[in-house]
């Protein structure tokens, strides 16, 4: 069992105005709304390198004792690895966020240790109609039914390209999440997810397959272990053949399986030899209408369901825990039921910008 962690006092003040500002002003802006403002702040400051670095400085991440790189060993609790690169932080950014990969190094100024864009799909797909975004602050929760909108794969892979042109861009340990165009019927999601992956997989460190949102119809269907093997069976061999390397490829599950699906699909991961699996998606299981639930209310069964991996996947492959993260003491909780590195959204939403840093600073503590 890893020692306890607790939040350094650091960067106090911006987080106590950002507490000030999201209870007096951002509690009353529509989510999707305030997601927006949100994200050009972060772009711009990204691009700009004076700004990025004022940022970097503010949150405290300018100077780190450990930059992204290569090398370590995947599992150690001194060096977390991801993808054969060393990180920075044990704990990363979410797919969902940055659906189109245009905040990159604004959100890597924060000090997430990882940044996983997307989901991405093949075909770019506005979404469902608004709102289609609430935040459920009592339960420190988020619902969305957003449906994968987003830039589309060729669009998002052009950006991608430029943002690795960059030495900024080329430091991010970066994921891309890949998921089914609302669209392609059941029956055509291999060439759907495959087209993506051509695309995409040369400018990622590593892919995730998303079969576990429930905003596309029939999408979690394809947790089935017979629909799920053709696709990553296929996504890694064309993600391999357009990168010219291996690609280490997640698969992301929803709480909402079963114990025995979640068994089968670990035992497909280890079939399939592939880096590992993000558990767990957002939760259909709520009282707040249509759409997923994410944040605390999934943690426990976030915790069961790594818990239950780590059982069947015995340390070959890597698990990264999600789900209902908000403090140090989350955070310690994933890794003592095996994870070994975390994402988080919901949390960075209600902690502000200085939350990555911290987090992370408390876990490398």
Do not use: C
């Amino acid at each position: 069992m890893t020692s306890k962690v607790r939040m350094p006092g650091t960067p106090g003040t911006v987080a106590r105005l950002y507490r000030l500002l999201f209870t007096k002003v951002l509690r009353r802006v529509d989510a999707e709304t305030a997601h927006h403002l949100a994200a050009r702040v972060l772009k711009l400051f990204g691009e700009v390198p004076p700004l990025r670095w004022a940022t970097s400085a503010l949150v405290g991440t300018a100077g780190a004792s450990r930059a992204a790189g290569t090398g370590g060993t995947a599992g150690t609790s001194e060096t977390p690895v991801l993808a054969g690169r060393v990180l920075p932080g044990r704990l990363g950014l979410a797919a969902g966020f940055d659906k189109n990969a245009t905040m990159v190094r604004g959100l890597a100024a924060l000090g997430f240790g990882f940044i996983e864009v997307g989901t991405v799909t093949a075909v770019e797909q506005p979404g469902n109609e608004r709102p289609r975004l609430w935040r459920v602050p009592e339960q420190g929760g988020l619902v969305n039914r957003m449906g994968f909108n987003n830039d589309g794969a060729t669009r998002v892979a052009a950006r991608l390209q430029r943002l690795r042109r960059t030495a900024a861009g080329r430091r991010v340990v970066l994921g891309v999440n890949i998921g089914k165009s609302k669209v392609t019927p059941a029956s055509q999601a291999v060439a759907d997810y495959t087209y993506s992956a051509r695309l995409l997989a040369p400018h990622a460190d590593y892919l995730v397959v998303n079969v576990s949102s429930p905003n596309t119809p029939g999408l979690r269907d394809l947790q089935q272990v017979e629909a799920l093997r053709p696709i990553l069976q296929q996504v890694q061999q064309t993600a391999d053949a357009a990168a010219a390397r291996t690609v280490p490829m997640f698969v992301k599950i929803a709480p909402d399986l079963a114990d025995r699906d979640i068994e089968d699909i670990a035992n497909l991961s280890k079939e399939l030899n592939l880096a590992g699996v993000i558990a767990v998606n957002t939760t259909v299981r709520h009282d707040h209408g249509a759409g997923g639930l994410s944040g605390e209310p999934v943690r426990q069964r976030g915790l069961q369901v790594v818990s239950l991996l780590r059982t069947r996947l015995a340390g070959e492959q890597l698990i990264i825990g999600v789900g209902g993260i908000s403090s140090p003491a989350h955070a310690q909780a994933y890794l003592d039921a095996g994870a070994d590195l975390l994402q988080a959204y919901s949390g960075f939403i209600y902690g502000g910008p200085t939350w990555p840093a911290r987090m992370n600073r408390a876990l490398d503590a």
